[in-house]
């Protein structure tokens, strides 16, 4: 396990075995090459896909300003709505009934109607309701303004999207929360310390790790999603500006890749970005890493201390029973 | 190890006419304890015999439903006051709650450090949050505490990377850190292999030696013997006898006591 096998002591021979011959992973391999070149093939050789006319429309410009606004209307949904959801999850294991209620209300509502139909409300609030104020409740009003002004399309499509997804994720969040030991609030509590940090320093960073596996598939999810901003109607993301390119040049087939390209690169992009995020969260769970790999310099010295085996009282067997040794 | 000792007077901790329900189960039924001040308490009795909530209660993690308790002279969890003439509690605050508790420090049989912190940030952690000091003074400290319990070397290791009795040790450095006049263990080394509870006892051997107020609920009859002032036995969420080791380990007067010592002897 350790980064480089020590030089074993004189009079020490390692073992220089023959490994396991598994044959049956190089057929597997051959197979799936051939069926991958045919795929290939079958999709670069066949006219209909019109590949030049991809390549034509893969930079040009509404088709980036449609990737741009896409990204932000995902990341930007997801944002809002990851904080709403950690409110909602705190709210619905309040000790306070009202807060509660709330909670639970809002996840019922936002999780019971459909996306579309609430994007569609989102797009008609300034007909609904043209001009929105502040003040007292039934009461003199000491602010308004006109809707149209503040809920413009792009808007009503990110509060659209964050207020449905706030209410899924909601319901992650609070499996998160569960998933973490109750001693660790009893030992932060009897450390003196106050519920918020309780939260925010003890338990939200141990419930992330079982958080973001499921957020990244939401966020996944969430990019999709996007395409149903033409409810509002929005009509500025990916989906629909390569659909409005496609049926201008009677060509819809190209610019469908051209959008599930972009798509599949975002997708990308993200993954890699749930991956580092996971191993951030992850960190202390993991005892085969070592100790602070994330800061600088103190992976390779802390392998090369435990390697070199000269601190004391490395346990077999910890206090689970499970074999504790050899971390280094 | 621990110099600052309380001002005030009368005994560290009194428990008076504790009880404790959970539901219809009663399980503390008036419970009278007194630590003095510098004294080291052994609580020991069969399993269920509410030795673990007693200690809860201590610090507020379980709430009372009858009785009181008093740390440095101060009731734990009320305020004292009147309405309508008569003489009333108001439940404190829960912030009021945390500063109680910020003075007693309490070690779990299960360790519960913080697992996405190192050793080191276990014990930085809440000297930052709740006594407010500098990263660098509770850095500081925090490094002289490791080095007491002997782990000056795996400040950088987070918990899964320490064994069991390291974890127990970081878990008291956690505790001490935040200068507490009272410490309370309950069962510190029930979950550690044989070989690794004594650099456990150690420390808290020297803890006791330096001045610290503690009570600890343990099975380990060697380290009453030695260490406590006063032996508690409980039994059926009562207090059975007290007494010092001597009498009540050597000369128990209680049948529940003799039959409980000849098990666990
Ligand atoms: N949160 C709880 N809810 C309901 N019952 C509880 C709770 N905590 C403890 N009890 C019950 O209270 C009784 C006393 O429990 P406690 O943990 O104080 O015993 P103990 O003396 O510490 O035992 P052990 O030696 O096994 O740790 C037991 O019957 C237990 O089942
Ligand atoms: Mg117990």
């Known amino acids: 396990m350790s980064a480089g096998p020590a030089e074993p002591p004189a009079g020490v021979r390692r073992i220089h075995a023959v490994p396991v011959r598994y044959p049956g992973r190089w057929v597997s391999a051959v197979v799936v090459l051939v069926l991958a070149a045919m795929a290939v093939h079958a999709l670069l050789t066949n006219p209909k896909f019109a590949w030049p006319t991809v390549g034509q429309y893969l930079f040009a410009t509404p088709v980036l300003r449609g990737v741009g606004w896409t990204l932000a209307l995902t990341v930007g949904s997801m944002a809002i709505a990851v904080v709403l959801a950690i409110t909602l999850a705190v709210m619905r294991d309040s000790?306070?009934?009202?807060?509660?209620?709330?909670?639970?209300?809002?996840?019922?509502?936002?999780?019971?109607?459909?996306?579309?139909?609430?994007?569609?409300?989102?797009?008609?609030?300034?007909?609904?309701?043209?001009?929105?104020?502040?003040?007292?409740?039934?009461?003199?009003?000491?602010?308004?303004?006109?809707?149209?002004?503040v809920f413009t399309a792009a808007v009503a499509a990110l509060i659209g999207l964050a207020l449905n997804e706030a209410a899924y994720l909601a319901e992650i969040v609070r499996a998160g929360l569960e998933s973490v030991d109750?001693?660790?609030?009893?030992?932060?509590?009897?450390?003196?310390?106050?519920?918020?940090?309780?939260?925010?320093?003890?338990?939200?960073?141990?419930?992330?790790?079982?958080?973001?596996?499921?957020?990244?598939?939401?966020?996944?999810?969430?990019?999709?999603?996007?395409?149903?901003?033409?409810?509002v109607p929005f009509t500025l993301d990916l989906q629909f500006a390569t659909n409005a390119i496609g049926n201008r040049i009677f060509q819809p087939v190209p610019l469908l890749l051209v959008a599930a390209l972009w798509y599949l690169a975002i997708t990308s992009v993200l993954m890699v970005g749930q991956h580092y995020l996971e191993r951030y969260y992850g960190r202390g769970f993991d005892p085969t890493r070592n100790a602070g790999p994330q800061r600088s310099g103190r992976g390779p010295r802390q392998a090369a201390i435990n390697a070199a085996r000269t601190t004391p009282e490395i346990s077999t067997v910890d206090d689970m029973g499970r074999p504790a040794g050899g971390w280094g | 190890m621990n110099e600052q000792r309380s001002e005030g007077h009368g005994p560290m901790v009194e428990l008076t006419g504790v009880h404790k329900f959970f539901g219809e189960h009663h399980v503390l039924r008036g419970i009278d304890v007194v630590v003095p001040r510098g004294s080291v308490t052994v609580v020991l009795g069969p399993s269920g015999s509410g030795k673990s909530t007693a200690l809860r209660c201590v610090n507020q993690l379980e709430e009372i439903d009858a009785g009181a308790i008093h740390v440095d002279g101060e009731l734990m969890g009320y305020r004292e006051g009147t309405r309508r003439g008569e003489p009333t509690l108001f439940r404190l605050h829960p912030k009021a709650i945390a500063a109680q508790r910020a003075k007693i420090g309490m070690v779990f049989q299960r360790f519960n450090l913080f697992p996405h912190m190192t050793a080191l940030g276990n014990v930085v952690e809440a000297q930052v949050q709740v006594l407010g000091r500098t990263k660098s003074d509770a850095d500081t400290r925090a490094r002289a505490i490791l080095d007491?319990?002997?782990?000056?070397?795996?400040?950088?290791?987070?918990?899964?990377?320490?064994?069991?009795?390291?974890?127990?040790?970081?878990?008291?450095?956690?505790?001490?850190?935040?200068?507490?006049?009272?410490?309370?263990?309950?069962?510190?080394?029930?979950?550690?292999?044989?070989?690794?509870?004594?650099?456990?006892?150690?420390?808290?051997r020297d803890l006791a030696g330096s001045g610290m107020t503690m009570i600890v609920v343990t099975h380990e009859i060697g380290f009453a013997r030695e260490v406590a002032d006063q032996v508690v036995f409980m039994a059926d969420g009562q207090v059975v006898e007290h007494g010092t080791p001597e009498a009540v380990l050597g000369a128990p007067s209680e049948q529940r006591t003799r039959d409980f010592l000849a098990r666990v002897l």
């Open chain 2, 148 to 204: 007491q319990v002997g782990l000056s070397d795996r400040v950088d290791f987070y918990p899964a990377q320490l064994s069991g009795g390291q974890q127990q040790r970081v878990a008291i450095a956690r505790a001490l850190a935040m200068d507490p006049e009272l410490m309370l263990f309950d069962e510190p080394t029930s979950a550690l292999d044989p070989e690794l509870v004594g650099e456990v006892l150690a420390v808290m």
């Open chain 1, 95 to 149: 000790t306070n009934p009202v807060l509660r209620a709330v909670a639970w209300f809002y996840i019922w509502f936002f999780r019971g109607t459909p996306i579309f139909t609430q994007l569609v409300f989102w797009g008609l609030i300034s007909v609904l309701y043209p001009r929105l104020s502040l003040g007292i409740p039934f009461g003199p009003e000491f602010w308004s303004f006109s809707t149209k002004d």
């Open chain 1, 182 to 231: 109750r001693g660790q609030q009893e030992a932060a509590k009897a450390l003196g310390m106050k519920d918020g940090p309780i939260l925010r320093r003890i338990v939200l960073p141990q419930a992330m790790r079982v958080i973001v596996p499921p957020t990244g598939n939401e966020t996944i999810s969430m990019l999709k999603t996007t395409s149903l901003v033409l409810a």
